[in-house]
Structures are given as C-alpha cells and as structure tokens.
C-alpha cells in the first residue's frame, strides 16, 4: 500500500494556496506537513480525506485492498473533534464506529486505552479540552482505517497523552498504516519525511 500525491494544487477563495506538490508515503510510513499558519497544511488534509476538490492534480492510494477508494481508507482528525456535545461519550464513539466500520478495539478498552475509564457516560460538552481530544484519538482506535490523517492531534494534550498518543501512532505504523500530520509541534515518529509549507507569500 502507498498514497501518492501528483502535481496537486489547491485554492481558496480564488487564491492559490499551494501548487504542484509532491508526496509518495508507503506502508508504515509518515509524513509530517509543518509550515507557518495559513500555509495550506489544513487545506493539504482536508483534500487527501475527499472533503475538499483540488484544483488540479491527483492524490490516490494504492494497494488498499478491501477499501474501495481513499476516502473509506482514512481516518480524519480534524481541529474540531466532529463529536456532538449533548451525546455521551459513548454514544459519540458508537456512532463512529457504526460510521467508519471495520471494528477494531471495543469502546471500554478504547477509553481506558487513552486514559479515559468510568466517563463513557458523560455528555462529550462537559468534558475538558485534552479530554475531548483523547476521545477523538480513541475514534482511531475502534475502527480500523490504514490512513491516518491528523491535523494538529496533540494540541491540548498533556505530557502523558502525547507520549501515549506517540505510542499509538508507532503502533499504526508498525502494522502498515500510513500517517499525514499537520503540527507545529514535536510527535515522536522518527524516520518521518517532512514537507515543509511555506503558503505563498
Ligand atoms: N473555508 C475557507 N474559505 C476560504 N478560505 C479558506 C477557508 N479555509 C481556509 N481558507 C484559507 O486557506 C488558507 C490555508 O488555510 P489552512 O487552514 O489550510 O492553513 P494551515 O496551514 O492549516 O494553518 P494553521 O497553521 O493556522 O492551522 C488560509 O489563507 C485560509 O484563510
């Protein structure tokens, strides 16, 4: 399995964010996509998960097997954690797991595997901001989806959970996964290519 990207371009609003970039990323590879704010990292992400078109250019996986195109192979971690506030925990987490299929670990050993026991029942509103991010980390881990695509996953994370965090993702790559992160800060995978945005001016 690998994703490539070809000649892929982008623009918003009708000004051009990025041009003719290049990636190859084979099974258990990363790619860290670092650059200042507005450069194009989100715009990057958002592109390679099918929600937004580019404007010229290809991003495709090959050799993913049982998924029928790239958009079923990735999980998506956005800024935003995409859970509804009012819901518990759980009922946030069943949806996602419904949603994305390919059940992996079950909700309880999710939750306790980021830290998070006894709070399935809590409404996602009431919980803290690393808190909400550690469920949405826990959404990677009950279904299986080999592309990883991670905007900023650590942000608000506290020591301990990044380096959990740091874990998870050594643990994806070693099973064949694939990695895009978009990060201002250190995520422990080492022996990850690096693409450096630099946005347009
Ligand atoms: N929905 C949108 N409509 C129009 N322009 C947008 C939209 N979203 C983002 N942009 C613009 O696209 C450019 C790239 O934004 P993007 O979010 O991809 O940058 P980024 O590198 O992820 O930044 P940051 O480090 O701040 O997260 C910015 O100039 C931004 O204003």
Redesign the pocket.
């Known amino acids: 399995m690998r994703l490539l990207a070809r000649n892929l371009s982008a623009e918003?609003?009708g000004e051009t964010?990025f041009a003719d970039l290049e990636f190859v990323i084979e099974a258990g590879g990363a790619l860290i996509v670092t650059?200042?704010?507005?450069?194009?990292?989100?715009?990057l992400l958002r592109i390679i998960a099918g929600l937004l078109p580019p404007l010229s250019g290809s991003v495709r996986l090959e050799g993913g097997d049982r998924f029928p195109d790239l958009q079923s192979a990735c999980h998506y971690l956005g800024h935003t954690n995409a859970m509804k506030p009012a819901l518990s925990v759980q009922e946030n987490l069943a949806f996602w797991q419904d949603f994305n299929g390919e059940r992996r670990m079950n909700i309880d050993e999710a939750l306790d595997t980021v830290g998070l026991e006894g709070i399935d029942h809590f409404p996602f509103g009431y919980l803290s901001t690393g808190q909400k991010r550690r469920v949405s980390i826990a959404k990677l881990l009950v279904s299986y989806r080999p592309v990883w695509l991670l905007d900023e996953p650590t942000a608000g994370l506290d020591k301990v959970s990044e380096d959990r965090f740091a874990g998870f993702m050594r643990g994806h790559l070693d099973e064949g996964g694939i990695i895009v992160a978009?990060t201002?800060l250190p995520l422990g995978l080492d022996g990850a290519q690096e693409l450096a945005?630099r946005g347009q001016g």
């Open positions: 918003r609003s964010i650059g200042p704010n507005g450069a194009g990292k989100s715009t978009a201002h945005m």
